[in-house]
């Protein structure tokens, strides 16, 4: 009966690691964005691009590598729209953001139909065109060992090479912010831009290399979905994470450690609606689909109305920087 529970818990976590790590690239990327004082929120659209775009080239050339640095490219044009926008012209961030995500959402729908002719879904890439789960060393080895094996042959080893990448993204992202000149210049342009421009700092190209990043980790987000999650680019397949980043980087009030624990709550939630769909609760019954579906957006609503404290962003986020003139 142990075992059983065992490996039904350890599937589940397994679940919650492949299903949390395009929600906690595009965390981060919305982490460094907000630090510097730029309110995004085109995360879902960014993914949306990248998916296409990684989908599409890992199809017609049958290679993930290109796949992965066509998503990121499309992924970074966004940002510097995003940037070009509410830095360059200071507009309304909110706004822009918006309409990025319209953007991506019309684009990716009208050309997938357009060069596939597969109602906006690119055909099934070939293996070649697609991440491979990696096993780690010893994983077979030890799959017999009581606990331990099951651990770290099921949960630790057999993902894809973006997932280890997003997880070890989360330190990286904690020295660079905390850790480095650039990180504090970031941290102080999100709370106090007159301060950094009178330092003899650009604010603009420090807010400028804030939303790069953010476009480099959007795109790594996105194409994770079409490459490697799955098997080519379906319309709309972000279904919502960009926003569900976001509001887990409000829950994580704009820190990497917590943003990675807030990713791995809505991914479990994910996770545990699929376990149990279709599956009859001792003591409640069936109950429907889509309630196990809606949890990780109803966490989602609470959350942002308020239930997890006080978060507070940085002083100077979603106002544009005006130098003054002496």
């Not at 490996?7 to 595009?26: G, N, Y």
């Not at 094996?149 to 660079?176: D, K, Q, R």
């Not at 098997?231 to 409000?250: H, Q, V, Y």
């Not at 376990?275 to 001792?282: D, M, V, Y």
Request: net charge positive; glycine share 12%.
């Amino acid at each position: 009966m142990f075992e059983t529970y065992l490996h039904t818990m350890i599937l589940i976590l397994d679940s919650t690691v492949r299903l949390s790590t395009p929600l906690l690239l595009a965390c981060l990327a919305g982490l460094y964005s907000e630090r510097s004082g730029i309110v995004d929120i085109g995360l879902e659209g960014k993914m949306l691009g990248a998916a296409f775009g990684a989908g599409a080239v890992g199809y017609m050339t049958g290679n993930a590598w290109l796949g992965l640095l066509a998503g990121i490219g499309v992924s970074i044009f966004l940002a510097l729209l995003h940037g070009f926008a509410s830095i360059t012209n200071r507009g309304n961030q909110i706004v822009s953001g918006v309409a990025i995500n319209f953007l991506a959402a019309g684009l990716t729908a009208l050309l997938g139909q357009s060069w596939f002719r597969q109602g906006g879904r690119t055909p099934p890439l070939p293996k070649e065109g697609r991440f491979q789960d990696i096993e780690l060393p010893f994983a077979e080895q030890v799959e017999t060992v009581p606990v331990i094996g099951p651990i770290y042959s099921e949960l630790l080893s057999g993902h894809n090479i973006l997932v280890y990448l997003a997880f070890a993204a989360v330190p990286l992202t904690w020295w660079i912010l905390f850790r480095t000149r650039f990180g504090l210049r970031l941290r102080a342009v999100g709370e106090n831009p007159a301060a950094v421009d009178t330092a003899g700092i650009s604010v603009v190209w420090l807010r400028y290399r804030a939303v790069i990043a953010c476009g480099i980790l959007c795109g790594v987000a996105g194409s994770y979905l079409s490459i490697a999650q799955s098997s080519g680019f379906i319309k709309d397949m972000t279904a919502g994470r960009g926003f569900i980043a976001l509001a887990a980087l409000i829950f994580a009030k704009w820190k990497p450690g917590n943003a990675m624990l807030a990713c791995l709550l809505f991914g479990f939630l994910d996770a545990v609606a699929i376990r149990l769909q279709g599956q009859e609760i001792p003591g409640i019954g069936d109950v429907p689909v889509q309630f196990f579906q809606a949890l990780p957006y109803i966490l989602t609503v609470i959350l942002l109305a308020g239930f997890i404290g006080k978060a507070i962003p940085p002083k100077a986020s979603g106002v544009p920087y005006l130098k003054e003139r002496t």
